[in-house]
């Protein structure tokens, strides 16, 4: 069964950084890309990031770019999305998910964790 376990929100200041953790288990994590999503209270899931299989290519939503950086360890299937610059438009739940193949975007994301709270606030 796989699972997929989120980590490493909280609340920081404006101009601050968090690393989130994606811990994904029962699956072959080396196979597949990987993607971070994200959704603020009251608006539409957001795909901020994604990561090929073999972190070959990524790529990142406008409202992210240059400020997070996305990045996998494949031996210890985890992947990772650190977060600078924090703004309080960043504040969302964090989400993971498991590609259907190996590039980005795949075609669909059949895992997905249950999200962690980042909160961007002074």
């Known amino acids: 069964q796989v699972q997929v376990v989120e980590s490493g929100g909280g609340l920081v200041q404006p101009g601050g950084s968090l690393r989130l953790s994606c811990a994904i288990s029962?699956?072959?994590?080396?196979?597949?890309?990987i993607g971070w999503f994200r959704q603020a209270p009251g608006r539409e899931r957001e795909g901020i990031s994604c990561?090929?299989?073999?972190?070959?290519?990524?790529n990142y939503a406008d409202s992210v770019k240059g400020r997070f950086t996305i990045s996998r360890d494949n031996p210890k299937n985890t992947v990772y999305l650190q977060m600078n610059s924090l703004k309080p438009e960043d504040t969302a739940v964090y989400y993971c998910?498991?590609?259907?193949?190996?590039?980005?975007?795949?075609?669909?994301?059949?895992?997905w964790g249950q999200g962690t709270q980042v909160t961007v606030s002074s």
């Open positions: 998910a498991t590609g259907d193949g190996s590039t980005c975007p795949p075609n669909a994301y059949d895992n």
């Open positions: 029962g699956f072959s994590l080396e196979d597949y890309a």
């Open positions: 990561i090929s299989s073999e972190a070959a290519w990524t």
